[in-house]
Protein backbone atom coordinates (compact mmCIF):
# COMPACT_ATOMS: atom_id res chain seq x y z
CA UNK A 1 0.00 0.00 0.00
CA UNK A 2 2.37 2.66 -1.65
CA UNK A 3 -0.80 5.36 -0.58
CA UNK A 4 -0.23 9.12 -2.47
CA UNK A 5 2.52 8.74 -5.04
CA UNK A 6 3.82 11.85 -7.28
CA UNK A 7 5.79 11.66 -9.72
CA UNK A 8 8.69 13.63 -11.17
CA UNK A 9 10.05 14.88 -7.83
CA UNK A 10 11.90 17.77 -9.05
CA UNK A 11 11.20 18.95 -12.35
CA UNK A 12 13.13 22.34 -14.07
CA UNK A 13 11.15 24.02 -16.97
CA UNK A 14 11.95 26.59 -19.54
CA UNK A 15 8.52 29.37 -19.74
CA UNK A 16 6.34 28.13 -21.98
CA UNK A 17 7.09 24.21 -22.27
CA UNK A 18 4.43 22.09 -20.89
CA UNK A 19 4.08 19.08 -18.94
CA UNK A 20 2.45 16.88 -16.54
CA UNK A 21 2.54 15.98 -12.99
CA UNK A 22 1.60 12.90 -12.23
CA UNK A 23 -0.80 11.76 -9.05
CA UNK A 24 -1.49 8.18 -8.09
CA UNK A 25 -3.27 6.59 -5.16
CA UNK A 26 -3.81 2.96 -3.94
CA UNK A 27 -6.62 3.25 -1.42
CA UNK A 28 -9.55 3.39 -3.55
CA UNK A 29 -10.34 7.06 -2.75
CA UNK A 30 -12.90 9.02 -4.46
CA UNK A 31 -11.73 12.51 -3.59
CA UNK A 32 -8.41 13.48 -5.45
CA UNK A 33 -6.91 17.14 -5.40
CA UNK A 34 -3.80 19.36 -6.28
CA UNK A 35 -3.02 22.12 -4.12
CA UNK A 36 0.50 24.29 -4.40
CA UNK A 37 2.07 25.89 -2.06
CA UNK A 38 4.30 28.86 -2.53
CA UNK A 39 5.98 30.62 1.40
CA UNK A 40 3.83 32.19 3.35
CA UNK A 41 0.71 31.45 1.17
CA UNK A 42 -0.39 28.13 3.22
CA UNK A 43 -1.64 25.89 0.80
CA UNK A 44 -3.92 26.85 -2.42
CA UNK A 45 -6.57 24.29 -4.00
CA UNK A 46 -5.82 24.22 -7.71
CA UNK A 47 -8.70 21.57 -9.02
CA UNK A 48 -10.09 18.84 -7.71
CA UNK A 49 -12.00 15.61 -8.26
CA UNK A 50 -15.13 13.94 -6.82
CA UNK A 51 -14.65 10.64 -8.66
CA UNK A 52 -13.81 9.30 -11.91
CA UNK A 53 -15.39 11.87 -14.82
CA UNK A 54 -15.99 14.80 -12.36
CA UNK A 55 -13.71 17.79 -11.92
CA UNK A 56 -13.79 21.04 -10.92
CA UNK A 57 -11.67 24.15 -10.42
CA UNK A 58 -10.54 25.35 -6.82
CA UNK A 59 -9.17 29.19 -6.08
CA UNK A 60 -6.18 29.16 -8.59
CA UNK A 61 -7.18 26.80 -11.51
CA UNK A 62 -5.60 29.24 -14.45
CA UNK A 63 -3.26 27.95 -16.59
CA UNK A 64 -3.51 24.51 -14.77
CA UNK A 65 -5.85 21.49 -16.50
CA UNK A 66 -6.67 18.34 -14.98
CA UNK A 67 -8.61 15.10 -15.59
CA UNK A 68 -10.34 11.59 -14.24
CA UNK A 69 -10.01 8.81 -16.28
CA UNK A 70 -9.86 6.62 -13.80
CA UNK A 71 -10.21 6.25 -9.78
CA UNK A 72 -6.29 5.77 -9.06
CA UNK A 73 -4.72 8.56 -11.53
CA UNK A 74 -5.38 12.49 -11.18
CA UNK A 75 -2.80 14.11 -13.47
CA UNK A 76 -2.54 18.00 -13.36
CA UNK A 77 -1.14 19.54 -17.13
CA UNK A 78 0.64 22.74 -17.09
CA UNK A 79 -0.30 24.12 -20.47
CA UNK A 80 2.53 26.92 -20.85
CA UNK A 81 4.42 27.26 -17.99
CA UNK A 82 5.50 30.57 -16.78
CA UNK A 83 7.50 31.69 -13.52
CA UNK A 84 4.82 32.12 -11.22
CA UNK A 85 4.01 28.62 -11.19
CA UNK A 86 7.08 27.92 -9.79
CA UNK A 87 6.08 26.42 -6.53
CA UNK A 88 5.80 22.93 -4.36
CA UNK A 89 2.91 20.78 -5.97
CA UNK A 90 1.19 18.67 -3.42
CA UNK A 91 -1.39 16.19 -4.86
CA UNK A 92 -3.80 14.80 -1.99
CA UNK A 93 -6.81 12.24 -1.55
CA UNK A 94 -9.77 11.41 0.49
CA UNK A 95 -11.79 8.73 1.28
CA UNK A 96 -15.15 10.73 1.04
CA UNK A 97 -16.35 12.48 -1.52
CA UNK A 98 -17.03 15.61 0.74
CA UNK A 99 -14.23 16.64 2.60
CA UNK A 100 -16.26 17.45 5.52
CA UNK A 101 -15.46 14.27 8.17
CA UNK A 102 -12.73 12.99 6.21
CA UNK A 103 -8.90 13.33 6.20
CA UNK A 104 -6.46 14.55 3.39
CA UNK A 105 -3.85 12.07 2.72
CA UNK A 106 -1.01 14.24 0.85
CA UNK A 107 1.39 12.91 -1.69
CA UNK A 108 5.26 13.91 -0.73
CA UNK A 109 5.04 16.92 -3.52
CA UNK A 110 7.00 17.90 -6.63
CA UNK A 111 9.58 20.73 -6.47
CA UNK A 112 8.77 22.92 -9.67
CA UNK A 113 10.94 25.96 -11.08
CA UNK A 114 10.48 27.35 -13.79
CA UNK A 115 13.01 29.95 -15.45
CA UNK B 1 -12.09 32.93 1.92
CA UNK B 2 -8.91 32.02 3.43
CA UNK B 3 -9.29 31.51 7.04
CA UNK B 4 -6.96 33.43 9.67
CA UNK B 5 -4.12 31.60 11.62
CA UNK B 6 -3.11 33.28 14.84
CA UNK B 7 -0.22 33.53 16.00
CA UNK B 8 2.05 33.12 12.49
CA UNK B 9 5.06 31.84 14.71
CA UNK B 10 5.26 30.60 18.59
CA UNK B 11 8.52 29.43 20.08
CA UNK B 12 8.76 26.66 23.01
CA UNK B 13 10.44 24.88 25.51
CA UNK B 14 10.38 21.49 25.64
CA UNK B 15 7.17 21.07 28.25
CA UNK B 16 5.38 24.62 27.34
CA UNK B 17 2.25 24.91 26.42
CA UNK B 18 0.61 26.23 23.10
CA UNK B 19 -2.45 27.24 21.33
CA UNK B 20 -2.89 27.95 17.90
CA UNK B 21 -6.23 29.65 16.38
CA UNK B 22 -7.96 29.88 12.99
CA UNK B 23 -10.92 32.19 12.34
CA UNK B 24 -13.39 32.22 9.23
CA UNK B 25 -15.27 34.54 7.89
CA UNK B 26 -17.75 31.66 6.87
CA UNK B 27 -20.05 29.56 8.44
CA UNK B 28 -18.30 26.18 9.03
CA UNK B 29 -19.03 22.40 8.46
CA UNK B 30 -15.80 21.31 9.79
CA UNK B 31 -12.41 22.21 10.49
CA UNK B 32 -9.13 19.78 9.62
CA UNK B 33 -5.71 20.60 11.54
CA UNK B 34 -2.36 19.40 9.82
CA UNK B 35 1.22 19.48 10.74
CA UNK B 36 3.74 19.85 8.26
CA UNK B 37 7.71 19.33 8.60
CA UNK B 38 10.14 21.33 6.45
CA UNK B 39 10.51 19.47 3.27
CA UNK B 40 7.97 17.01 3.96
CA UNK B 41 4.15 16.89 2.85
CA UNK B 42 1.51 17.72 5.89
CA UNK B 43 0.06 15.23 8.03
CA UNK B 44 -3.37 14.66 8.70
CA UNK B 45 -3.84 15.65 12.76
CA UNK B 46 -7.21 16.31 13.73
CA UNK B 47 -11.13 17.16 12.37
CA UNK B 48 -13.22 18.80 13.81
CA UNK B 49 -17.08 18.71 13.10
CA UNK B 50 -20.00 20.99 13.27
CA UNK B 51 -22.10 19.17 16.54
CA UNK B 52 -18.57 18.57 18.30
CA UNK B 53 -17.43 15.57 16.63
CA UNK B 54 -13.78 14.67 16.66
CA UNK B 55 -11.63 12.51 14.83
CA UNK B 56 -7.89 12.86 15.26
CA UNK B 57 -4.86 12.05 16.91
CA UNK B 58 -5.39 10.88 20.45
CA UNK B 59 -2.55 13.60 22.24
CA UNK B 60 -3.82 16.58 20.72
CA UNK B 61 -6.70 18.52 21.59
CA UNK B 62 -8.68 21.27 19.80
CA UNK B 63 -11.94 23.14 20.16
CA UNK B 64 -14.18 24.14 17.56
CA UNK B 65 -16.77 27.11 17.77
CA UNK B 66 -19.40 27.17 15.51
CA UNK B 67 -21.00 30.49 16.49
CA UNK B 68 -17.53 32.37 15.85
CA UNK B 69 -16.40 29.95 13.23
CA UNK B 70 -13.42 29.44 15.15
CA UNK B 71 -11.54 26.43 15.95
CA UNK B 72 -7.97 26.41 18.48
CA UNK B 73 -5.51 23.64 18.52
CA UNK B 74 -3.76 22.56 22.16
CA UNK B 75 -0.40 21.29 21.90
CA UNK B 76 0.09 20.50 25.52
CA UNK B 77 3.65 19.47 27.21
CA UNK B 78 5.10 19.99 23.54
CA UNK B 79 8.26 17.85 22.47
CA UNK B 80 11.13 18.41 19.97
CA UNK B 81 8.83 16.56 17.53
CA UNK B 82 6.06 19.03 17.64
CA UNK B 83 8.28 20.87 15.64
CA UNK B 84 7.13 22.20 12.55
CA UNK B 85 4.09 24.38 10.17
CA UNK B 86 0.66 23.70 11.53
CA UNK B 87 -2.59 24.49 8.55
CA UNK B 88 -5.90 24.53 9.38
CA UNK B 89 -8.25 24.06 6.19
CA UNK B 90 -12.03 24.70 6.71
CA UNK B 91 -14.55 23.07 4.71
CA UNK B 92 -17.75 25.47 5.04
CA UNK B 93 -21.24 24.66 5.36
CA UNK B 94 -22.86 21.95 3.91
CA UNK B 95 -25.87 24.32 2.78
CA UNK B 96 -23.33 25.80 -0.11
CA UNK B 97 -21.31 24.58 -3.07
CA UNK B 98 -17.77 24.27 -1.62
CA UNK B 99 -18.42 20.91 0.35
CA UNK B 100 -15.52 19.51 -2.08
CA UNK B 101 -12.67 22.70 -0.86
CA UNK B 102 -10.34 22.32 1.79
CA UNK B 103 -9.13 25.77 2.32
CA UNK B 104 -6.20 26.06 4.35
CA UNK B 105 -4.56 28.86 6.35
CA UNK B 106 -1.48 30.76 5.95
CA UNK B 107 -0.02 28.47 9.06
CA UNK B 108 1.56 28.63 12.24
CA UNK B 109 5.51 28.37 12.61
CA UNK B 110 5.89 26.16 15.93
CA UNK B 111 9.77 25.55 17.03
CA UNK B 112 10.18 23.76 20.17
CA UNK B 113 13.95 23.93 21.77
CA UNK B 114 15.42 21.69 24.62
Known amino acids: NAGVTQTPKFQVLKTGQSMTLQCAQDMNHEYMSWYRQDPGMGLRLIHYSVGAGITDQGEVPNGYNVSRSTTEDFPLRLLSAAPSQTSVYFCASSKGRQLLNSPLHFGNGTRLTVT | QQPVQSPQAVILREGEDAVINCSSSKALYSVHWYRQKHGEAPVFLMILLKGGEQKGHEKISASFNEKKQQSSLYLTASQLSYSGTYFC???????????????FGQGTILTVHP
Open chain 2, 89 to 103: GTAISAGGTSYGKLT
